[in-house]
């Protein structure tokens, strides 16, 4: 199986799933701190990241996919939608954009509490 790591300020986070698995679904399996408004159905950009090793084994991109990017921050050429992308056989490592984290922390205002009691966010530029 192959195992995704996600990579933020934050934390770093590894979990082990099957192929066909989209980045998102994996995240949620990991708790990495990805961010998704639209619930993971290609109707924002909040769960952009950025692949930095595995980009060829992950699933095309597609139009919509490509199209939602536009509406993104800071959108690099290895720049994914997380609920648009499917986990190949390779191993793949993320790293969170601060767009996502940053609506990650919107939906989850406990865990941005607790972050913020303890100096960790927001982050320091």
């Given at each position: ?17 099957p ?9 949620e ?30 699933s ?29 056989a ?33 982050l320091?530029?």
């Open positions: 199986m192959p195992k995704v790591t996600f990579k933020s300020p934050l934390a770093e986070v590894a979990v082990d799933v192929p066909g698995t989209t980045l998102l679904d994996a995240a399996k990991g708790e990495a701190q990805v961010g998704h408004s639209c619930g993971g159905v290609c109707g924002c950009s909040t769960c952009h990241v950025w692949v930095r090793k595995g980009l060829d084994s992950l095309e991109q597609r139009d919509d996919e490509m199209d939602r990017l536009d509406m993104g921050f800071d959108v690099r050429p290895y720049s994914r939608l997380s609920c648009q992308t499917e986990v190949g390779e191993d793949v490592t993320v790293e969170i954009t601060e767009e996502s984290l940053v609506a990650f922390m919107d939906e989850n205002p406990a865990i941005r509490r607790q972050l913020e009691s303890e100096g960790r966010w927001p320091k530029k």
